[in-house]
């Protein structure tokens, strides 16, 4: 199964964008690429997911590179209750999700 | 009411004992999902189940089974328990297709002495 890697931690001020980047780079061409985030006590949280185009939702905004070996999680306005860990997921066959280790967001006043 | 429900939430428990964890979800989804997570690290892929005839092995499956009772309820078991499964277990459920988001259930806090 394909690998993601993401940066372990990284911090941003509230209502400031975060760009939170992820390596695939062993992607295959019918994966597609999820995002979820996992709040202190809680299970993982869907948070987008896309395949080759750029893709937006309520949530956050996703811009998958051309070649698709790299995407970046755009939270548009950090709020507090947006710190958590981020999870780059390759959602590959049976749907079954590979996690990597995740980045861990701080966001501060 | 939760759509995807584990029982029990915390569970303390020797080694060499039988622990088996429920997972009953209520969004009519066909696929299920056990995860492993330990602490620092992410989720890993323990078993899985398109169906109630369909079970499949995942990443790390030694030591553990799984028993797909209906569509609503998938349950894993530890036959006999070892400190090294001391983690959060969680479930999660999706309906078919890679592309569909998948739905995690609160985690079940293991600890094996």
């Known amino acids: 199964d394909a690998k993601t890697t993401q940066p372990n931690s990284m911090e941003s001020n509230e209502e400031e964008p975060v760009h939170l980047p992820c390596n695939h780079s062993?992607?295959?061409?019918?994966?597609?690429i999820h995002w979820y985030r996992q709040l202190p006590s809680q299970g993982p949280e869907y948070v987008i997911h896309?395949?080759?185009s750029n893709v937006n939702n309520r949530m956050a905004s996703l811009a998958i590179a051309e070649d698709r070996k790299s995407s970046t999680l755009i939270l548009h306005r950090a709020t507090l209750r947006d710190a958590a860990v981020y999870y780059c997921?390759?959602?590959?066959?049976?749907?079954?999700?590979?996690f990597g280790t995740g980045t861990r967001l701080q966001v501060t006043l | 009411d939760a759509d995807v429900t584990q029982t029990p939430r915390n569970r303390i428990t020797k080694t060499g004992k039988r622990i088996m964890l429920e997972c009953s979800q209520t969004k009519g989804h066909d696929r299920m999902y056990w995860y492993r997570q330990d602490p620092g690290l992410g989720l890993r892929l323990i078993y899985y189940s398109f169906d109630v005839k369909d079970i499949n092995k995942g990443e790390i499956s030694d030591g553990y089974s799984v028993s797909r009772q209906a569509q609503a309820k998938f349950s894993l078991s530890l036959e006999s328990a070892i400190p090294n499964q001391t983690a959060l277990y969680f479930c999660a459920t999706a309906s078919g297709g890679r592309y569909n988001e998948q739905f995690f259930g609160p985690g079940t806090r293991l600890t094996v002495l």
């Open positions: 997921t390759l959602a590959g066959t049976a749907s079954k999700l590979t």
């Open positions: 062993t992607i295959s061409g019918t994966d597609y």
């Open positions: 896309g395949l080759t």
